[in-house]
């Protein structure tokens, strides 16, 4: 693990919030946690982008998955991009339309409560690590794009990469022919 990984803890239970902290800041994460979604809603612009994000289903009326399509906004506007950081929805319920929600949200993983300390920390290391890799490969991604933008006679605007081809929406024919051997 490396020593920068943050997690934000969202949890509407004061007592489940003081324990994850405890458990996390022991295993070397920084930790940020909050009883209150509106509290993070509002403090997300000015605070640094945590690495995870473990976020409960119930959080006092308030529906957890509302809460991390809304960081997740948030995120890409302030970014232009999709962010990197992880999100793990925490639950006592297995409700099949949870499941449905969290998989159509996209979130990175989901933890039963009650789950041990040990699955918690082995659940943010797993996101931390998903983290720096979707980071690595954002860097990859523009320093890509960079050295394309670079390139003579290319339109960034009329550019988008399909793993490693590229396609060029308007001129297609002229850069077909850049690539054809002569």
Same mark, same amino acid.
């Given at each position: 693990?490396?020593?920068?990984?943050? *997690?934000?803890? =969202? /949890?509407?239970?004061? !007592? $489940?919030?003081?324990?994850?902290? %405890?458990?996390?800041? &022991?295993?070397?994460?920084?930790?940020?946690?909050?009883?209150?979604?509106?509290?993070?809603?509002?403090?997300?612009?000015?605070?640094?982008?945590?690495?995870?994000?473990?976020?409960?289903?119930?959080?006092?009326? *308030?529906?957890? =998955? /509302?809460?991390?399509? !809304? $960081?997740?906004?948030?995120?890409? %506007?302030?970014?232009? &991009?999709?962010?990197?950081?992880?999100?793990?929805?925490?639950?006592?319920?297995?409700?099949?339309?949870?499941?449905?929600?969290?998989?159509?949200?996209?979130?990175?993983?989901?933890?039963?409560?009650?789950?041990?300390?040990?699955? =918690?920390?082995?659940?943010?290391?797993?996101?931390?690590?998903?983290?720096?890799?979707?980071? &690595?490969?954002?860097?990859?991604?523009?320093?890509?794009?960079?050295?394309?933008?670079?390139?003579?006679?290319?339109?960034?605007?009329?550019?988008?990469?399909?793993?490693?081809?590229?396609?060029?929406?308007?001129?297609?024919?002229?850069?077909?022919?850049?690539?054809?051997?002569?």
């Amino acid at each position: 693990m490396v020593m920068s990984d943050s *997690v934000l803890v =969202l /949890d509407d239970d004061v !007592e $489940i919030v003081h324990e994850m902290r %405890h458990v996390l800041q &022991r295993d070397g994460f920084e930790v940020e946690a909050f009883v209150d979604p509106a509290t993070v809603l509002a403090r997300l612009d000015a605070m640094c982008v945590p690495d995870v994000l473990l976020v409960d289903r119930q959080l006092g009326g *308030v529906d957890g =998955l /509302d809460v991390i399509s !809304e $960081i997740r906004e948030r995120l890409l %506007h302030r970014h232009r &991009r999709r962010p990197s950081s992880c999100f793990i929805l925490m639950s006592g319920d297995l409700d099949p339309a949870l499941l449905s929600g969290t998989l159509a949200l996209r979130v990175d993983d989901f933890l039963l409560k009650p789950f041990s300390s040990q699955v =918690l920390v082995a659940a943010c290391k797993r996101a931390a690590a998903l983290q720096r890799l979707r980071r &690595r490969a954002d860097d990859a991604d523009a320093d890509w794009l960079d050295a394309v933008a670079r390139s003579p006679g290319l339109d960034m605007a009329t550019l988008e990469r399909e793993g490693s081809s590229l396609f060029i929406h308007e001129n297609r024919e002229d850069f077909v022919n850049l690539l054809s051997p002569v």
